[in-house]
């Protein structure tokens, strides 16, 4: 997950999408494309013409790192141009629990690598077992300079209780209580 500038002005946002069974999808800022990343190896992916359209191959993303491991960049083949992009906006994640009730909510805070404070937004789910893995979205606020509240919805993921038994004032209540987590943190 990341944001990558392929060229100036042009950023390629990444991130896991629980909704798209786990892959690795991409928001172009520039044209507004997106699509799911399939994986060739650990560090070669390739996707299709839209999202959920793998066939015929239009894009290869080759990621780049350095001598520790960690991604640096990509190599964004589109097109017939091949385009290096360096990795921008770097952040931090940290694991947090919000506990409401007797639900105990799981999730990730992505913070903005630079001295806060940050604004922040909490991202809340609709319908169905929503997960914390909200594609490039997080990426996207925290180029922004935002913090970025993700929470696995009560009884997805990792978090507990069970959202089907839960009226829509009590799920509200959840994301309530990740407001008031964000506001005791400096």
Do not use: C
Not at 17 to 23: Q, T, V
Not at 69 to 83: K, N, Q
Request: proline residues 4%.
């Amino acid at each position: 997950s990341g944001s990558y500038e392929i060229e100036p002005g042009r950023v390629i946002d990444l991130g896991i999408m629980a909704d798209a069974g786990g892959l690795l999808v991409f928001l172009d800022q520039q044209t507004l494309r997106e699509g799911a990343l399939y994986a060739l190896t650990d560090a070669s992916f390739v996707s299709g013409p839209t999202l959920g359209v793998p066939y015929p191959f239009a894009i290869r993303a080759e990621f780049k790192r350095d001598a520790a491991g960690a991604v640096t960049g990509l190599r964004w083949s589109e097109g017939g141009r091949d385009l290096d992009a360096r990795k921008i906006a770097p952040h931090r994640v940290e694991e947090v629990t919000v506990v409401n009730g007797d639900v105990t909510l799981r999730g990730s805070l992505t913070l903005p690598a630079g001295k806060g404070p940050h604004p922040a937004v909490l991202f809340a789910h609709g319908s169905g077992d929503s997960t914390r893995n909200l594609a490039f979205w997080n990426m996207y606020f925290v180029r922004l300079g935002m913090a970025v509240l993700s929470m696995d919805k009560r009884g997805a993921g990792q978090s507990t209780g069970d959202w089907h038994e839960a009226d829509m004032d009590v799920i509200a209540d959840d994301w309530l209580a990740g407001v008031a987590m964000l506001k005791q943190r400096a």
